[in-house]
């Protein structure tokens, strides 16, 4: 299987802020990819597929870099309803793994 | 308008069998792959499988092979997942999303509301 790690595993942030969080693979996937964002009690939801690709609906403050096994999401001005878990997650070979999460939450 | 729409949560004893099911609207349903997704109480997403419902093509992730199983109903639209015998380290929350394969991409866009599963005696 493939892993992936990310990092850090919390942030605490305030509004306005540039966050970024970074996300390895313990192989190369070329750009498969995948971020999402997760809040409590919902179910995750897409940002950004193929590293860099915004999903449809999602603002374009979320950005996504990166390719072979370094990976990168950045919010370029953190909002209120912007503090959640955010997961990467490879789609090159199954099993299609997630990393452990990054949790934003208000400093 | 495309969604996902789970079962409801269950409640049930260690041993016990269950089946929750996904049932997509408003897109071919034959035509995407459906993923299911762990998480556990307090934990991060643990991908499980996937079927094709055109064909019931199905992929297990090796973490969950033999202990659970994937199923679909093309007619109805729906998608199952399934444990013959319930443990109580099953209790989690389970997604299941819809798998958007297209050239040099491969992502769950839409997602159900998720089915809460505990396990307890």
């Known amino acids: 299987d493939i892993q992936m790690t990310q990092s850090p595993s919390s942030l605490s942030a305030s509004v306005g802020d540039r966050v970024t969080i970074t996300c390895r693979a313990s192989q190369t996937i070329s750009s498969y990819l995948n971020w999402y964002q997760q809040k409590p009690g919902k179910a995750p939801k897409l940002l950004i597929y193929?590293?860099?690709s915004l999903q449809s609906g999602v603002p374009s403050r979320f950005s996504g870099s990166g390719s072979g096994t370094d990976f990168t999401l950045t919010i370029s001005s953190l909002q209120p309803e912007d503090f959640a878990t955010y997961y990467c997650?490879?789609?090159?070979?199954?099993?299609?793994?997630f990393g452990p999460g990054t949790k934003v939450d208000i400093k | 308008e495309v969604q996902l729409v789970q079962s409801g949560a269950e409640v049930k004893k260690p041993g016990e069998s269950l089946k929750i099911s996904c049932k997509g609207s408003?897109?071919?349903?034959?035509?995407?792959?459906i993923g299911w997704v762990r998480q556990m109480p307090g934990k991060g997403l643990e991908w499980m499988g996937i079927?094709?419902?055109?064909?019931?093509?199905?992929r297990y992730s090796p973490s969950f092979e033999g202990q659970v199983t994937i199923s679909a109903d093309k007619s109805i639209s729906t998608a199952y997942l399934q444990w013959s015998s319930l443990k109580a380290s099953d209790t989690a929350m389970y997604y299941c999303a819809r798998r958007q394969d297209g050239y040099n991409s491969d992502y769950m866009d839409v997602w159900g509301k998720g089915t809460t599963v505990t396990v307890s005696s």
């Open positions: 079927i094709y419902p055109g064909d019931s093509d199905t």
């Open positions: 193929a590293a860099s």
């Open positions: 997650q490879q789609s090159y070979g199954t099993p299609f793994t």
């Open positions: 408003g897109y071919s349903f034959t035509s995407y792959w």
